[in-house]
């Protein structure tokens, strides 16, 4: 008889398409959740990268503090994680001099060892963000830098 099919055949027919949905969901799924960790690992490897600089780094100059507009970078340490009460005082003073050294959103938080907010500075983005808490000395005193970035 022509027209005519089997009921085997449309239910292995609604079943092929079902599978067919059910794969491409989680092929999809997987995709996104690999792209998502991707972007989270770029971040937390630019953070820790641009906190490296503030922390190890004089900037360039040197003594940008003197000159800020001369910096071309901003560096907060006199040496390595002994950040400079000087630079602390004028990235407080103009949070913009960040943009040379940070680019796109970012937060920057620096605290002494009793709790005493030394510097903050910077403003939020999108959802997904990655921050490292850096030990540094400030002057005689121990302290924390914390850089956040989206």
């Not at 709790?115 to 400030?138: A, D, K, M, Q, R």
Request: net charge negative; charged share 15%.
């Amino acid at each position: 008889m022509k027209g005519q099919t089997k009921i085997e055949f449309v239910f292995s027919l609604v079943f092929f398409s079902i599978l067919i949905l059910f794969l491409t969901l989680q092929v999809t799924s997987n995709i996104s959740s690999a792209l998502s960790d991707s972007y989270f690992d770029s971040l937390r490897a630019r953070a820790w990268s641009l906190a490296d600089i503030l922390v190890r780094t004089q900037g360039d100059p040197p003594n940008w503090e003197v000159n800020p507009a001369s910096a071309r970078y901003i560096g907060l340490a006199s040496e390595p994680f002994n950040l400079s009460e000087a630079k602390l005082r004028e990235v407080q003073n103009n949070c913009n001099l960040l943009n040379k050294t940070v680019r796109g959103p970012y937060r920057l938080v620096v605290y002494d060892e009793y709790g005493t907010l030394i510097v903050e500075c910077g403003f939020g983005g999108p959802e997904l963000s990655s921050g490292v808490t850096v030990p540094v000395f400030i002057g005689d005193r121990f302290g924390t830098l914390t850089l956040v970035v989206w």
